[in-house]
């Protein structure tokens, strides 16, 4: 059985290489494990997003928020997300939380 740090390098590899199903079907296999894995969430999240599947996302990506809201890229992934289903308040929201955590983020300041 691969490691915590295996089974989520193997999940990596298949997401940088846009086998974005594999991805999430690891992603979900280290959730059984872990399931408050913050990083893993917001993956999954993203993973899903990629594929077209933004409002399920939403839901990972906001659970791995609540756990680490300290860690700009999820407020900015998530403000991506909103703003591809037009919630423009969240994603507004979301940019700024991203701006708060990390000033210098030029991303979420040009999102």
Do not use: K, W
């Amino acid at each position: 059985m691969p490691t915590l740090e295996e089974a989520l390098e193997a999940a990596l590899a298949h997401h940088r290489a846009g086998q974005l199903h594999q991805a999430e079907q690891r992603y979900r296999e280290i959730l059984q494990a872990m399931p408050d894995h913050a990083d893993v969430l917001h993956l999954l999240g993203l993973a899903m997003h990629q594929q077209g599947r933004h409002e399920p996302s939403v839901e990972y990506i906001e659970r791995a928020v609540r756990i680490n809201p300290g860690q700009p890229v999820f407020h900015y992934n998530l403000g991506q997300v909103y703003q591809t289903l037009g919630r423009l308040p969240e994603t507004i929201a979301s940019y700024q939380r991203a701006i708060v955590c990390q000033p210098d983020f030029a991303e979420a300041h040009n999102g």
